[in-house]
């Protein structure tokens, strides 16, 4: 299958928010992939003991993109950042679970193999990420912006300025000084 053009699939959002249930049973199987890819990314961070699978967060992705109440999508990029912004919630949310479990909410017996396959070390990093980026959201909303876009959704600097309405070389100093804003909060 041809990749689909941005245009394309920024015609078929615009035309999804606007209640055309077939443009989204178009643009679906289009934009799956670059889903997939995006899941994979994430999962990837998640190391080889996570329990949650790349296709059950691209499922629980897409019916929580579905489910917006007010679809006003501007284009391409804004529908993959709005995915990336999702699915990272979909894993603090996960990954807080996870850590709770740890801490004695709601425990059940186990088998010592499923506990063995736990890693609570990466649900808690994510979650302190989480929360540092909520903090930076805080100080500057535009900077935790870039740092979703880049990192969690994987999105070009020059894709990202796109989303935000910046310039290129914006994007490029937000991202170095969200890093570095970043680096030394969680090493605290």
Avoid at 46 to 63: C, D, K, S, V, W
Wanted: aromatic residues 6%.
């Amino acid at each position: 299958m041809m990749t689909p053009s941005p245009q394309e699939v920024t015609q078929l959002l615009w035309d999804w928010s606007q209640g055309d249930q077939a443009a989204l049973d178009k643009l679906m199987p289009l934009v799956y992939a670059e889903l997939k890819v995006m899941a994979k990314r994430y999962m990837s961070r998640e190391g080889p003991a996570h329990t949650l699978q790349t296709t059950a967060l691209i499922n629980e992705a897409y019916l929580r993109l579905v489910d917006q109440p007010e679809k006003r999508w501007q284009n391409r990029a804004h529908f993959f950042g709005v995915a990336a912004q999702v699915m990272r919630h979909i894993l603090v949310d996960y990954a807080r679970a996870r850590h709770n479990l740890k801490r004695g909410g709601e425990a059940q017996a186990i088998s010592l193999d499923e506990a063995a396959a736990v890693s609570q070390e990466g649900a808690a990093e994510l979650v302190a990420l989480d929360e540092a980026l909520t903090a930076l959201a805080a100080l500057d909303r535009r900077q935790a912006q870039v740092v979703e876009l880049r990192y969690f959704g994987g999105l070009s600097v020059e894709e990202t300025a796109e989303v935000l309405g910046v310039s290129g070389d914006t994007v490029r100093r937000d991202w170095r000084l969200a890093k570095m804003w970043l680096l030394r909060e969680l090493s605290k």
